[in-house]
């Protein structure tokens, strides 16, 4: 059997700890049988060649900007059948100039509310709210979330445009508070796939910190969807 291949691709803003966050990861892909590279940048995603021999794009890039040249290989990557997951501000806030990857992709962070004005001291912690991630139906079924408790974290909770092609596997809600502009609860997903030409994405959406990238329920999350987005014998 042929050894796959990951590639983890990580940079952006530091405030989300990219090298240490896919640290975390690597010794579990090497564990599952995964060739892992370690790439600086987002230049590897130009390399036609490189990208046909991936199997898993592991993308940890918080902003940052990505080349036209770039995207397009990674888009092509996908399309033949390369998987591609992230956690957090890695994956769906990165390139937010660039529609085209916000349309891989299926969403992007818009916010993460914060705590009443008056509670708030200037730091990252501003942002960090008790809420629950709740499994959905078709998340209770799929391989990534299947088994898994609805959670609570405090940590960022982020607020996602998105579109109706993801299939959503966790979701959470935002509450109306008086200091917020919003009148009703609003629903966004916290866990979803996408089905994007022969590839599979996968998308996790709580990981601001390294505490919350070793919380148990986002763990296995994210580990279970490296394996499964991985390329899959049908897309070789």
């Known amino acids: 059997m042929t050894q796959r291949r990951a590639l983890v691709v990580r940079g952006g803003w530091e405030g989300h700890q990219p090298v ?37 794009v592991v993308q940890c890039v918080t902003m940052s900007q990505i080349t ?28 937010r100039a660039s529609s085209d990857y916000l349309q891989l992709v299926g969403g ?36 990534i979330t299947a088994g898994i408790e609805d959670f609570d974290l405090v940590t960022e909770q982020y607020w996602v445009l998105h579109d109706d092609l993801i299939d959503v596997l966790a979701v959470t809600t935002h509450p109306t508070q008086a200091w917020h502009p919003w009148h ?19 998308v996790t959406t709580p990981g601001h910190s390294l505490d919350v990238l070793e919380h148990a329920g986002v763990r296995t999350v994210i580990e279970r969807g490296m394996v499964w987005a991985t390329r899959t014998a049908s897309a070789s």
């Open 68 to 95: 036209s040249d770039q995207l397009a290989g990674l888009s092509a990557a996908v399309i033949a059948g390369t998987g591609l997951t992230g956690w957090h501000g890695g994956i769906v806030d990165s390139f």
């Open 108 to 143: 992007q962070f818009a916010t993460h509310p914060g705590k009443e004005p008056c509670e708030r001291r200037g730091g990252p912690e501003d942002n960090f709210l008790p809420h629950t991630v709740r499994i959905t139906d078709l998340g209770r079924e799929h391989p």
């Open 184 to 202: 009703r609860p609003v629903t966004s997903p916290a866990i979803w796939t996408r089905l994007w030409g022969a590839g599979r994405i996968v």
């Open 20 to 56: 240490e966050a896919t640290e975390l990861f690597i010794p579990f892909l090497e564990r599952s049988g995964y060739a892992v590279r370690v790439e600086e940048s987002t230049e590897i995603y130009a390399d036609a060649a490189e990208m046909a021999d991936t199997d898993l």
